[in-house]
C-alpha cells in the first residue's frame, strides 16, 4: 500500500503568515494526490485535487504542488478560519490512502 | 445542490451487525462512484469501500475485506453499508462520500462529504 507521511504533525501560526504543508508517498502516486480540510466536529472538505487543481468554491490562498512522491500544500496568508487539520490522499493505487494529518494551529 | 444524508449508526456488541445508509440527492446518483470513509475517535482519515458508477465492481479496505458489504439502490438514490461481525477497531464516524469531481469509473477523490454516522463497537 502507498503510505502517505504528513510533516509537520502541527504547525503554529498567526493569521496572516503562510503556511507551508508537506506530503511524502511510499512511492510515486504520478499526479493523483489530493488535499482535504477538517474542522472540529466536521466532514472533512476537498481543497485541491490532481495535485494543484483547487475545487469548487475554494480560495485562491489554498495552492498544491509536486510531483512523484513529493507534494505541497501552500495557504498563502492565513485567515482565521483555515485553522484546521489537513489531510492528504492518493488515489493511483489500492487501496486509497491517507496522510495522518497535519494540524495547523493558532500561534 | 449535492446532499449527502447519512443514517444508521448506534452501538453494537462485538461480532455483530449494522447496516446504514446514506441518501444522496442534487446529482445523478448512478454517474458517479460513492465510498465509504471512516474516522476513529480522534483519528485520521481511513477509505473504508468504493462502488464504480455503473454498480458493477466493488474494492475494500484490507481491514474490512470480507466482512462489509457496499451496494446502492438507484430507485432510491441510497448507498448502504452492510457491516458484519464488526469489531471494537470498528468503532468510527462513518461518511460517505461522493466520488468526483471527474465524471467517469473512477475512482476520483471525495468531493462531497455526508456529515457522518457514529457507529460504536462495545459489550
Known amino acids: 500500500e502507498v503510505v502517505l507521511t504528513q510533516s509537520p504533525a502541527t504547525l503554529s501560526l498567526s493569521p496572516g503568515e503562510r503556511a507551508t504543508l508537506s506530503c511524502r508517498a511510499s512511492q510515486s502516486v504520478y499526479n493523483y494526490l489530493a488535499w482535504y480540510q477538517q474542522k472540529p466536529g466536521q466532514a472533512p472538505r476537498l481543497l485541491i485535487y490532481?495535485?494543484?487543481e483547487r475545487a469548487t468554491g475554494i480560495p485562491a490562498r489554498f495552492g498544491g504542488s509536486g510531483s512523484g512522491t513529493d507534494f505541497t500544500l501552500t495557504i498563502s496568508s492565513l485567515q482565521p478560519e483555515d485553522f484546521a487539520v489537513y489531510y492528504c490522499?492518493?488515489?493511483?493505487?489500492?487501496?486509497?490512502?491517507f496522510g495522518g494529518g497535519t494540524k495547523v494551529e493558532i500561534k | 445542490q449535492v446532499q449527502l444524508v447519512e443514517s444508521g449508526g448506534g452501538v453494537v456488541q462485538p461480532g455483530g451487525s449494522l447496516r446504514f445508509s446514506c441518501a444522496a440527492s442534487g446529482f445523478t446518483f448512478s454517474n458517479f462512484g460513492m465510498h465509504w470513509v471512516r474516522q476513529a475517535p480522534g483519528k485520521g482519515l481511513e477509505w473504508v469501500a468504493f462502488l464504480r458508477n455503473d454498480g458493477t465492481s466493488d474494492y475494500y479496505a484490507d481491514s474490512v475485506k470480507g466482512r462489509f458489504t457496499i451496494s446502492r439502490d438507484i430507485s432510491k438514490n441510497t448507498l448502504y453499508l452492510q457491516m458484519d461481525s464488526l469489531t471494537v477497531e470498528d468503532t468510527a464516524v462513518y461518511y460517505c462520500?461522493?466520488?468526483?469531481?471527474?465524471?467517469?469509473?473512477?475512482?476520483?477523490?471525495?468531493?462531497?462529504w455526508g456529515q457522518g454516522v457514529l457507529v460504536t463497537v462495545s459489550s
Open positions: 462520500a461522493k466520488d468526483g469531481p471527474n465524471y467517469g469509473p473512477g475512482p476520483y477523490y471525495f468531493d462531497y
Open positions: 490532481d495535485v494543484s
Open positions: 490522499h492518493q488515489r493511483s493505487r489500492w487501496p486509497l490512502t
